[in-house]
């Protein structure tokens, strides 16, 4: 253990530069700043504090009521949150979490200075401890790191890459498979998609280095070993990644491959994913010192790692490619596999830096080169920082980098590069060199770690306490009935709905149910890309979706009376016709209702009303625009004649009896980050605007303008641009009506216990149906009098249970799709690996009649794989 001692200082460097950081800058904890921003806002941080809530019992980790108005939360865990370190949210308050995260982001980093320095030590045993450190820090600081860190999972899989290259070079060295074995599986539960490329590198690699690094004579054995110990890891996940591939494949991120593949353009947006390889300047570096070795002194394994630096990097520059490494496309991140390239540039400077030396003492010029290097690298970095950290910074504002910005990265990843050029020279001539060598190159690296820091993770970071009025709303409401809350507007982050603790339809993760985010479309939510928020919609949809509910802006305007709890910024109100989660329906007839109408949203509304409450009267009726201006008015398109100059359309709307109007445009179902009706519209009532730019991202849901009476309203909307429409205009639906149907709905008394859905509910005749506005998922089986009931899909998405006359117990019992057939599956495939550790050199001199044959089948599968990466998606782009 004394040899690996020396592993320590890395991950102790990366806790000296990292606290020092915060303590300049005043962050956590010395401070009340957060690193926190983009995905961990969004995703991360409320996700721990959901976890924080599975771990108390407040809720499930499969049944998960509190996203999406009930979803799987185990896909969800291990997409974003399945850490070890996660366990530490025991120990905080949820506000404290955006506190946590600093702390978590520095113990990752810590990890991974650690990982890398071991594997160093022991795969490049010639390297110095100052060297090792080196090499580590330019790990744990690289742009993989600086450029990700909100997704913290992608830390976790970097501190496991250099454990999983140990256990390969294990099992193909000496045979040994365990520690790939668990390296693999960990890297499976740690985050499941980006294990998709971990696979991918895993085939490419082992063919190369095959290749290259092992005698004919073994090769047998070796992928024998591969092969069988890869089928164990999936054996042993399958609990994992089964469930876990359902819940994708019924995400609205799936779709068609061919179609993926079709779009965008050839080349990259190679601006931010070279950013994200040069932000390490030892690439350039070690790309320099391996072709100066060709024909000298260079062997087969810088070869091999040449080989995997170039596949790797081959992506970052084309888009066709790229994609198929991200199973088909991304929305940002485009090198989540970043790590790899960035790792192996280390590995290969790192053999050269070790080649054996001179020990000649010859000119000293390269000591005078190496020490004015690093004093420019220090000059570079503190000229950008101060002069052009506006242009460095663009990244962190955009999640993509501007062509300015890579450039700079560029000439301080040159410098950097040129600097770790002539320290390397001056290693390879004596000792007393390599000594000092070696401090030069500690310096440039430290000089390395605190310019990425000071540009990745000073520029975005906020103050925690500004969340403080989003958490204060927890634990505010007391009910115990099934019920959600929503928002009067797109607040903050829609993930914080839940993460307070609230049932929710808001969610935005890549494994939004397609089917929930279309109903939530088409039932007048604001939706876009993977989001839905959960405001938006009409009193009846919010009725019976169980919205009781509301989040809104405090000193707006609310009844007071309504307001149960308020402070400095927001207030919760409850909705005076909200209704809990389940409610009775005398008369429904499922097959009837089983899917929406292709209607307009408030057609829809229309067409829930009318089946749900069979009544003869209409609720909404649609308003007739009293003056047109310029707009021409057809049933699927707004058109300005005279294109130079905006159009107006004007209601006059007369009102006697309550009446609650509704403005909506909506175009399409789609999941699309920007809509073509975007920022179309601007609607003012009475003289005041109320929406300058509609529809939008924050808010493309159907408008409430509000509950009028005995007055006139004048509302005049601004046409922009000519669009394309399917839903379009003014409604206006009687309150007296909607009151009047509403409250004789008959209410279910349901509560959630584990990953059940329990209670009573009291039915007036045989054959009335329990509504139930949850996402209808294959893994729901439902239970009325202890007895298995089927489970009618209605209203696209949403569930129906047929109850019998008089007091029914219910219960709802959800398990992941998958989970079961999975669960089982790695039950055996732990006895599979118990007995092959048991009867391995029998298995094994069993096994070699084989050996033959499986080099063929993995040739095959080598084949298929570098043809499905990297030629398919060009024919398939060429051919568009």
Known sequence: MRKYCSCIIAPAAVMGIMLTLYACYSIYPFGDRTIAWCDMNQQVIPFLMDFKDILSGKTNLFLNLQNAGGMSFWGVFLFFISSPFTLLVLLVSKQEIYHLVNILVLLKMMTCGFTASIFFRRR?????????????????????????????????????????????????????????????????????????????????????????????????????????????????????????FYQYLASARSGSLL???????????????????????????????????????????????????????????????????????????????????IFFSLILYGILLAQPRTFKSGTRIP????????????????????????????????????????????????????????????????????????????????????????????????????????????????????????????????????????????????????????????????????????????????????????????????????????????????????????????????????KLPQSSRVGIQEFLFESIFQAKEQLFTECVPTKLDNVSITKNKIIRPNSAHPGYITYSIPVSDKTTLYFDCFYKLSNKLVEPINSSLSISMNGKVVEFDYPSQNNNAILNLGTFQNQNVDIEVE???????????????????????????????????????????????????LFLPINYDAGYTAYVNDQKVPIEPVFDSMMAIKLKKGENTVSIRYIPQGFLAGMWISVIGGIACVLAARFKTQLLQKARAIEYPIQIVFSLVFACVFFMIYIFPLLVFYKK
């Open 124 to 244: 490049l045993g010639t390297l110095n401890w100052l060297q090792n450190a080196s090499l580590s820090l330019m790990y744990a600081f690289s742009g993989y790191a600086m450029f990700y860190y909100q997704n913290h999972v992608w830390l976790d899989m970097m501190y496991l890459f250099p454990v999983l290259l140990i256990g390969l070079l294990n099992l193909a060295e000496t045979g040994k498979p365990r520690l790939y074995i668990l390296t693999f599986s960990a890297i499976m539960a740690v985050n499941f998609y980006l294990s998709y490329m971990v696979s991918v590198f895993l085939v490419l690699a082992a063919g190369l280095y095959l290749a290259f690094c092992t005698p004919k004579q073994t090769r047998g054995k070796v992928l024998l070993l591969f092969g069988a110990s890869t089928f164990l890891v999936m054996l042993l996940t399958a609990v994992i990644w089964i469930p876990s």
């Open 367 to 594: 000591l005078f080169l190496g020490i004015f290097s690093v004093f420019g690298v220090a000059w570079l970095a503190f000229y950008f920082i101060d002069q052009k950290y506006r242009t460095l910074t663009v990244y962190t504002r955009s999640l993509w980098c501007s062509r300015s910005e890579f450039y700079l990265v560029l000439i301080f990843s040159a410098a950097a590069a040129v600097s770790n050029y002539f320290i390397a020279s001056l290693c390879r001539r004596n000792r007393n060199y390599e000594k000092i060598g070696s401090v030069l190159l500690c310096l440039t690296v430290f000089i390395e770690c605190v310019f990425n820091t000071t540009v990745y993770m000073v520029s975005p970071i906020s103050n925690a306490s500004s969340y403080s009025s989003i958490t204060d709303l927890a634990e505010r409401i007391q009910d115990d009935d099934l019920y959600r809350v929503k928002t009067k507007q797109k607040y903050f982050e829609v993930n914080l709905i839940g993460a307070l603790g609230y049932n929710s339809l808001s969610h935005y993760t890549s494994l939004t149910n397609q089917n929930f985010l279309y109903l939530m479309k088409k039932l007048g939510y604001s939706s876009y890309w993977m989001e839905v928020s959960s405001n938006g919609g009409t009193e009846l949809s919010d009725a019976l979706l169980g919205n009781r509910y509301t989040i809104v802006h405090s000193g707006n305007g609310e009844e007071s009376s309504r307001i149960i709890y308020q402070n400095d910024r927001y207030a919760i109100e409850q909705n005076p016709t909200g209704l809990p989660v389940g409610v009775l329906i005398p008369d429904l007839n499922p097959a009837a209702v089983q």
């Open 719 to 769: 046409v922009k641009k000519d669009i394309s429409v399917s839903s379009f205009g003014l409604s206006a639906m009687k309150n007296s009506v909607f009151q009047r149907v509403i409250h004789s709905l008959q209410s279910a008394s349901l509560r959630q216990q584990g990953n059940s859905i329990m209670g009573t509910a009291k039915a007036n005749s045989d054959g009335e149906y």
């Open 259 to 341: 179609n993926k593949l079709r779009g965008g353009n050839l080349y990259s947006q190679w601006e931010t994913n070279a950013s994200v390889i040069l932000a390490t300047g030892a690439l350039i570096t070690a790309l320099i010192l391996y072709f100066q070795s060709l024909g000298k002194s260079h062997n087969r394994k810088t070869d091999f790692l040449f080989c995997m630096i170039l596949l790797t990097l081959i992506p970052v520059f084309i888009d066709p490619i790229n994609k198929m490494w991200h199973t088909g496309s991304y929305q940002a991140f485009p090198v989540r596999y970043g790590y790899i390239p």
